[in-house]
């Protein structure tokens, strides 16, 4: 189901997935199945999003942004591909952030480029992600820092 108000140039968005109001979907993106794509959320062209992945309200994911499958991203979450932005900067390069299988990434959370989050990590929310996030662990905290495993 693709909502009549948003803007998806993708036609390769399978039927099982959700796309919902003012949503901005980039025709190069991938996007897989059962996917909840929700309000208010950019999808640009260099961007793999898995099976079963929830992108809540008001995300952009931008270019060389990797989300395996059956990961969540709660509302506001701030993603970023450059490290030192400039504006009209011609040389600057894409840093691939990729979110593995089942990591969860809480609300208003912020991710620094060119990381890793493992699978079935968990970054609560408001958390300043500014290093990789090995599997299974708790990260919170601005800078992020490691809490504990996660049994959840």
């Known amino acids: 189901m693709i909502h009549r108000l948003a803007d998806c140039m ?3 968005v399978p039927e099982s997935t959700n796309i919902w109001q003012f949503c901005v979907i980039f025709p190069n993106c991938k996007i897989g199945e059962n996917c909840n794509i929700c309000a208010n959320v950019l999808i640009e062209n260099k961007v793999e999003i898995g099976n079963d992945v929830t992108i809540k309200c008001g995300v952009q994911v931008w270019d060389g942004i990797t989300l395996e499958d059956n990961v969540m991203i709660g509302s506001n979450v701030t993603f970023t591909n450059d490290k ?3 504006s009209k900067n011609k ?3 894409i840093l691939k952030t990729r979110v593995c299988k089942g990591a969860t990434i ?3 959370s912020v991710i620094l480029p060119g990381l ?3 699978e079935r990590a ?3 929310a408001g958390s300043v992600v500014t290093k990789d996030i090995p599997a299974g662990e ?6 992020a820092r490691f809490i504990r495993k996660v049994d959840f």
């Open 10 to 12: 993708n036609v390769n």
């Open 84 to 86: 030192f932005p400039r």
């Open 91 to 93: 040389n600057w390069e």
């Open 106 to 108: 809480g609300a208003g």
């Open 116 to 118: 890793t989050i493992g």
């Open 122 to 124: 968990f970054v609560a």
């Open 138 to 143: 708790l990260w919170m905290g601005n800078p």
